[in-house]
């Protein structure tokens, strides 16, 4: 019966209903394994994803919409932001996903243009056409205003009165624009105007004064106190008035510098320039020259001939009453006639000469950019002198260093003494630079050493969990597959023996250091007490050799030993 016990197998273990066989276990242990393995290769991977970057944020829906149909198309792995606010894609992938989203136009901003007008519907009123139509005039402005290079986003609100047949009761169309600026970028009053003027030219019967421009900060931008507080303030001229002066300066400091030092000398120059556009003419006349000299432009000279008419006949009243009977002899009648004959004749002549009078006409036309005055001050440092103890001192400037350096600075920026130019040359030592002390930025607050710290932390969390995964799941998965742990329990269970035995021999050997003391103890209670007789003795060593012979033979050892 107990033979019969003892040959009988013992029971199969089921575990969830399923016999554990040898078969199934070891399918089961292949699966196990198999299972750690995929999820040490998911924390593998895990640990090696890519960094991930942002590619477009503060977008609007639609074009959220259309980015992230844009990605799936092009197989780009993307997620979202913490707050969903931003499209994260791979940092290696950023900059080229960006130039082929900007090849299709994404993202549009939100600004609506004249591609409204393409999806009209039949049958829309005429005040939804008018409506479509601001719309996409608002949003074509906003998209130019956006190519501005400080400006991010902009919106455009147009107000358009409606058309009136009365002139009395026309309006006038106003425009105001919201301006978001990238960070740290602001527009001078050159672009704020420019934007004046891109908006009023784009809609009719709008002036430059009706358009108003605000940033993101509430700052109106278009201030008509700024506008017009220098109406003949060019920048284009202030710009020229400072390349101008850096120019005087760059040619004094360049032909000062071989001499004294690049940093050993400093310069400004001081330039009024007349922009102001002068025409002249002058019309001049000139004495009449020598009449010898001078230049006949016209002569008229006119004749008359005529004979001497004197009057003739009886003088008084006698002659004018009727003739009566000639009495008179005729001699007196031919008398008369010769007088008459022999009268003198009357001649007249004009003469009239017009000459040529000297006349000068001078048109001066002077244009913009004269020069009217230059002004330059030259500071110039202490000479630094080495001596032959290898020591530097520094030493003031002679005269005739300094007049050198005035002489050529004069040539330099074309010194001009009738145009009232100035150049004044001080020479002083230059204060020492200050120390800009670099503020300490601990180890643990750099943008570097976070990143690394990341990464690396990234990598120990991968290798510790897979780590733990084998040493806890893995490792004994496989030693059960390949009976590897019946051979370190039998090796565990030697150990254990092997300790066991050691145990027991420390503490035998421990009993036969206690035993022997005890004999030396007694040996030497017995030579005290002075035990003469030699029966005693063998007795009690018969006593012990029978009870325990290995202390007698420690003790002989140890005897021997002493010897």
């Keep these: 019966m107990n033979e019969a016990v003892l040959n009988e197998a013992p029971p199969v273990p089921v575990v969830f209903g399923i016999p554990q066989t040898p078969a199934v276990r070891t399918v089961m242990l292949s699966v196990g394994a198999a299972l750690m393995v995929a999820i040490m290769a998911g924390i593998w991977m895990w640990s090696q994803a890519p960094d991930y970057r942002v590619l477009f944020s503060n977008f609007n829906d639609r074009d959220g919409g259309a980015i992230v149909a844009s990605l799936q198309q092009l197989n780009v792995p993307y997620k979202y932001s913490d707050g969903g606010s931003a499209i994260l894609v791979p940092a290696n992938q950023v900059h080229d996903v960006r130039l082929k989203l900007a090849a299709q136009g994404l993202p549009k901003g939100g600004n609506v243009g004249f591609e409204l007008m393409e999806n009209q ?14 719309r996409a005039l608002e949003g074509e402005l906003a998209r130019s205003i956006q190519a501005v290079s400080a400006v991010q986003s902009a919106r455009v609100h147009l107000a358009i009165p409606k058309a009136s047949v009365f002139v009395r009761e026309q309006q006038k169309p106003t425009a105001s624009v919201l301006l978001n600026l990238y960070p740290s970028r602001v527009l001078d009053q050159q672009q704020v105007s420019a934007i004046i003027h891109l908006v009023a030219s784009s809609i009719p019967e709008l002036s430059a004064k009706n358009v108003t ?95 001497n008419n004197a009057a003739s006949g009886v003088p008084g009243a006698l002659s004018n009453q009727p003739p ?99 150049l004044n040359v001080v020479n002083t030592p230059f204060a020492p630079p200050e120390k800009v002390v670099a503020e300490d930025i601990p180890l643990w607050k750099q943008a570097d050493v ?58 035998a050997a421990e009993d036969e250091e206690g035993a022997i003391v005890e004999l030396e103890s007694t040996v030497d209670a017995h030579g005290k007490k002075q035990l003469s007789t030699y029966e005693i003795n063998m007795d009690m060593a018969k006593q012990l050799a029978a009870s325990d012979p290995k202390i007698v033979a420690n003790v002989i050892k140890s005897w021997v030993s002493n010897e």
């Design 121 to 134: 519907k039949l049958g829309i009123s005429q005040f939804l056409e008018q409506v479509n139509f601001q």
């Design 213 to 307: 421009i605000v940033d993101q900060n509430g700052n109106l931008l278009s201030d008509p106190a700024k506008q017009n507080a220098n109406p003949n303030l060019d920048p284009s001229q202030l710009k020229y008035v400072q390349e101008y002066q850096l120019g005087i300066v760059k040619k004094i400091e360049s032909i000062i510098s071989p001499i004294v030092g690049a940093q050993n000398v400093r310069a400004e120059a001081s330039a009024d320039i007349d922009f102001s556009r002068t025409e002249q003419a002058a019309e001049t006349y000139r004495p009449n020259t020598p009449p010898e000299a001078s230049s006949i432009r016209s002569q008229q000279t006119s004749e008359s001939y005529g004979k």
């Design 324 to 422: 009566v009977p000639a009495t008179a002899p005729l001699t007196a009648s031919a008398a008369a006639t010769s007088t008459a004959a022999s009268a003198p004749a009357l001649t007249q002549r004009d003469s009239t000469v017009n000459y040529e009078v000297d006349k000068t006409i001078k048109y001066t036309q002077q244009g913009m950019g004269g020069l009217k005055r230059l002004s330059v001050a030259v500071v110039v440092n202490y000479k630094t002198e080495i001596d032959k103890n290898g020591k530097s001192t520094t030493r003031p400037l002679t005269d005739i260093e300094k007049t050198q350096i005035t002489d050529l600075a004069r040539e330099a920026m074309g010194f001009n003494k009738d145009r009232g130019d100035t």
């Design 450 to 507: 976070i990143q690394t710290a990341k990464e690396f932390g990234k990598y120990l969390i991968g290798i510790l969990a897979m780590f733990y995964i084998f040493r806890t799941y893995l490792k004994p998965t496989l030693n059960k597959i390949t009976g590897k742990d019946k051979e370190l329990e039998e090796a565990a269970k030697a150990k254990e023996k092997e300790q066991e035995e050691l145990e027991k021999t420390e503490d």
